[in-house]
């Protein structure tokens, strides 16, 4: 089977977030099961292995009425063929995105995905396309392409990484990025709620709708979830897949991280993992202490990640016998109060607003714990990172996360983590002070940390899940 991954962001080249590690891991997965890979991505600024690009070819495209310049460049990466479509003017500025043209700037990217297709003859069974920014290529295949026929026969499969982020945009645009006819605004099939709606295109003209877990996939079914869009969700309920994403056990590696200072595996674990707390407290300026229980949090500082839960209980948590390392990056909203925080209780809670890989895989290798409440969770990653280095998730009971972290039970001893049920800061305190009383008892936390790194949470199972879903299309 061959097929074309597009996408806005793929590991190890460019990352904002989970998007790109699902892109960098689920091709290579597939390829182990011998198929056939090709991600297409914008070539920006900023990208790391740059140097290993590869000029192919250039050619012109229309985005609208705009005809545009558009070189692609190839590189290999774990048997994963990858594409990058250059345009200086839409891709060569600094990050991914927050453009004020960001619609116009991936209306271009989209068109440039399905010429790169018969440019250089990569026609696939699937073309796999990931969230806003690649949604209208379905439109545009069905709408368009379709008729041609080199194109004819191709399946089309859309994935919801997180539906909050839906490509809202002024009906106008529609032509005029696009090139295509209002009318498929005024007939619905691209419009929601008064807008232009990209996302809710892709659930309409997709042949088939995955999403990353099986518990968002019955969330977005409903008002609370659904952002506007459970109506159209419902409707295509029966090509609506939800799939949990998997880590990459080759790169999320306790046992040969380079990032941190002691390696370590489920053998080992009981004796080394204390070292990497020790060099983190130090690091973050926390007193070193290896029986204080090590709470790590790493996040975008945004309302999704359950920032108002962390903030209004941070005084009560600074009383217990606790200490708090927080990475994250975002919304000034919730960096404000949270400096305030870090500045009055400097001995048991550091804060480092940035965006630092290094450090996060130091906090998932030398915390005890790692907090992740959200409001909502696609998937998530980071609760399976840190299940991966033997640190405790306490997580909300929602979307992956609850597909992901087994709860403890401590009278048949099993689980993974702790989880709690409603968006509620009692509710969150209280399972932080339950996990903190089972830490006291070592063969109890033994025991978990055990089960928590033998989760098998890798993407075998997943690959062979997309798998099964193509293949029902194929035939
Ligand atoms: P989302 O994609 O919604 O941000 P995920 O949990 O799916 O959440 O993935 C987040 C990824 O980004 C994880 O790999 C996490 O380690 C990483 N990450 C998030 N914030 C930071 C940060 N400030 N520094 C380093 N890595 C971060």
């Not at 590696?253 to 204390?274: A, G, L, M, Y």
């Not at 509620?424 to 903190?436: F, G, S, T, V």
Request: a negative charge.
């Amino acid at each position: 089977m061959r097929i074309v991954f597009a996408t806005s962001e793929a590991n190890p080249y460019i990352k904002s977030g989970g998007l790109a590690d699902v892109l960098g891991s689920l091709p290579k997965a597939l390829v182990q099961k011998g198929h056939e890979c090709i991600v297409v991505l914008p070539k920006y600024q900023d990208m790391k292995l740059a140097d290993t690009l590869e000029y192919v070819m250039s050619y012109d495209i229309w985005v609208g009425w705009r005809k545009c310049y558009c070189g692609v460049f190839k590189a290999e990466y774990d048997g994963v063929t990858y594409y990058f479509i250059d345009n200086e003017q839409y891709f060569r500025r600094p990050g991914l995105y927050g453009y004020d043209d960001d619609n116009e700037r991936f209306a271009y990217f989209d068109f440039a995905v399905l010429e790169l297709l018969s440019h250089v003859d990569i026609k696939p069974d699937i073309l796999h396309l990931h969230d806003w920014q690649t949604a209208m290529i379905a439109t545009l295949y069905k709408e368009r392409y379709a008729y041609y026929e080199y194109y004819q026969g191709i399946k089309v499969v859309f994935t919801i990484h997180n539906i909050a982020y839906q490509g809202k945009c002024d009906p106008a645009l529609l032509s005029d990025h696009f090139g295509l006819d209002n009318y498929l605004y005024y007939n619905g099939n691209c419009r929601n709620d008064g807008c232009f709606n990209m996302m809710k295109a892709a659930i309409f003209y997709s042949d088939v709708i995955t999403t990353v877990s099986p518990t968002y996939a019955q969330e977005i079914l409903t008002d609370s979830f659904g952002e506007g869009l459970q109506s159209i969700l419902q409707m295509r309920r029966h090509d609506l897949y939800g799939i949990l994403n998997g880590v990459d056990y080759d790169t999320i590696n306790p046992s040969t991280d380079p990032q941190i200072v002691e390696h370590f595996d489920e053998t080992t674990v009981d004796e080394k993992k204390v070292a990497n707390k020790l060099a983190l407290q130090k690091e973050c300026g926390l007193p070193v202490d290896p029986d204080i229980p090590l709470i790590g949090i790493v996040t975008r500082l945004t309302w999704q990640k359950g920032l108002d839960l962390i903030i209004n209980r941070m005084d009560e948590l600074m009383k217990r016998d606790v200490q708090v390392v927080i990475l994250g990056a975002g919304d000034l909203k919730y960096e404000e109060p949270l400096k305030g925080f870090a500045a009055y209780h400097n001995q048991k809670l550091s804060l480092n607003l940035k965006y630092d890989f290094g450090l996060s895989c130091r906090i998932y290798a030398g915390c005890d714990m790692f907090l992740m409440p959200s409001l909502f969770e696609p998937c998530g990653l980071s609760q399976m990172m840190s299940l991966r280095y033997g640190t405790i998730p306490i997580v909300r009971e929602t979307g992956g996360l609850k597909d992901s972290v087994e709860p403890y039970n401590e009278f048949e001893n099993t689980g993974t983590g702790f989880s709690f049920k409603n968006y509620n800061a009692h509710e969150m305190m209280e399972i932080i002070d339950y996990a903190l009383e089972v830490y006291k008892d070592k063969d109890k936390w033994r025991g978990l940390v055990h089960r928590a790194m033998n989760a098998k949470l890798d993407w075998d199972k997943s690959a062979d899940a997309y798998l099964k879903v193509f293949n029902s299309l194929l035939d």
